[in-house]
């Protein structure tokens, strides 16, 4: 009887990885709408100068629209490969991607590790155009301004530096 109770709890525990196809679903969703939004901040501008044909403003805004883009892109990426590395973790493999060469191992995760890595990196680089997004708008006061943006630029590039340096390491020693 203890047996029998004890299979029945899991393969309920086991069937209850399936519930990861929701947070797989919800970020595929999210990354399309990520995806339209970044669309919606290239054409804007371009609307509002067809539309009031002022070029100064065009020309003030359309950077950090680009900039605001790139930013909702790389996190709808994030979302895209967050969805796969988990459907992969918890559901199966993918085997179109296993088989695709343009699928460059960057979509193929092995372990939670392996998604950590390439999640990071791509989290790395959101700080980074954010950072880069503020600093375009920021009034600069005085010189102490000047001196916290520079420490910022080096902390993201030795993060930048950092998070190369290990895949470089990673493909060295596999």
Known sequence: MMKKIEQIFENFLWHSRLLVLIA????????????????????????KLIKT???????????????????LFLIATFLIIFALGIYELF???????ERDERSSRILIVRNLEDLKTKLGKIIVMVLSVYFFKQTLNYEFKN????????????GIAIALYLSHKESHENKTYH
């Open 24 to 47: 797989v679903l919800a970020s595929l969703v999210a990354s399309f709408l990520l995806f339209l939004a970044g669309i919606y901040e290239i054409f804007y501008p371009v609307y």
């Open 53 to 71: 044909g002022d070029i100064v403003v065009f020309q003030k805004k359309i950077l950090g629209s680009v900039i605001a883009s790139l930013d």
């Open 91 to 97: 559901i199966s493999k993918i085997d179109p991607a």
């Open 143 to 154: 010189s102490i301004d000047f001196l916290f943006i520079g420490i910022g630029l080096v």
